[in-house]
């Protein structure tokens, strides 16, 4: 059930506990990811943003930030990386570019489930839109220098599954825009499923 108030009294060291719990979470979750139909391989989906954005609505957005560079950091840790972290980088700023306007929006206006939803809404939108312009811009040309990876051959791999996509800009806007929409409105379908029922025994320990 989504509360409309906010107990204003927190401890500090039960939030920590929080974090950490969803931050290994989140970091499990990572670890299964999978691939989405018509789309290639190096672009895969998974719920680790669930925990994230779980932790944002709870406690609050800058909590949301920390759980999600925990993920970041366990994930790496546990896992490495195989593009010198570009892509760990690229899921960090997706992640605050989610929890933020989402669990401020959401906190901001009593905390029903009409504003979680509109938070969820907004945080969908801003990090598609923020995700497009950064990998456009930066991001891609960045991993195909680190990574000798000519830009050519991923627009060629893409294109193979997606015909639209003929140059870098038709990349973003016909296959990383519709990706984005799809994996964070996912997670927001699954945050509002599993929030109002886990929300109680969380609020315990805040």
């Not at 990811?33 to 406690?59: A, Y």
């Not at 959401?106 to 969908?124: E, H, P, V």
């Not at 839109?129 to 990998?135: D, R, T, W, Y």
């Amino acid at each position: 059930m989504f509360k409309k108030s906010q107990d204003s009294q927190r401890l500090p060291v039960n939030h920590l506990v929080m974090m950490s719990l969803f931050g290994a979470i989140s970091a499990v979750l990572m670890v299964f990811e999978f691939h989405v139909p018509f789309i290639p391989p190096f672009i895969k989906m998974d719920f680790s943003e669930v925990p994230v954005i779980f932790s944002g609505f709870l406690m609050g957005p800058i909590y949301g930030v920390y759980v999600a560079c925990i993920k970041i950091l366990l994930n790496f840790l546990l896992n490495g990386t195989t593009t010198f972290g570009i892509g760990e980088l690229v899921n960090l700023i997706g992640s605050m570019s989610y929890v933020l306007p989402a669990a401020y929006w959401y906190s901001r206006k009593d905390r029903t489930k009409k504003a979680a939803i509109k938070g969820i809404a907004l945080g969908t939108v801003t990090t598609t839109f923020v995700l497009v312009v950064l990998n456009y811009f930066i991001m891609f040309p960045l991993y195909a220098k680190v990574m000798n990876f000519p830009l050519e051959a991923i627009v060629n791999a893409t294109s193979a599954t997606n015909p639209l996509v003929h140059d870098p800009f038709t990349l973003m806007i016909f296959m990383l825009l519709p990706f984005n929409l799809f994996k964070y409105g996912v997670t927001g379908i699954v945050t509002m499923m599993l929030y109002p029922r886990l929300e109680k025994v969380f609020s315990q320990f805040k």
